[in-house]
């Protein structure tokens, strides 16, 4: 192994380990759309959520903190499109 790539593979290990970090802060909360997609529902009912161009899937949960519904998505989002 050269000596670049033993300097390297640490420096990536460790720029993927803070790239992974949750981000500080409060944590932040759905937007309203995804509280009104599980007026009428109950925990655990499928539910979808227009934002933008997209169409989210998810099922109604609560937050661990609250006591409304709203529609967690149940795929993570999409990864942003790469810098040109």
Do not use: N, W, Y
Request: proline letters at 19%; one cysteine or more; glycine letters at 6%.
């Amino acid at each position: 192994m050269t000596r670049h790539r033993a300097f390297a593979i640490p420096l990536l290990a460790s720029t993927l380990a803070v790239a992974q970090e949750p981000r500080p802060g409060p944590p932040r909360e759905p937007p309203p759309e995804a509280f009104s997609a599980c007026e009428g529902k109950s925990d655990g009912d499928a539910c979808t959520v227009s934002l933008r161009d997209r169409e989210i899937r998810g099922v109604c949960a609560t937050k661990p903190s609250g006591t409304r519904l709203f529609c967690r998505p149940t795929e993570p989002p999409p990864l942003p499109p790469e810098p040109r």
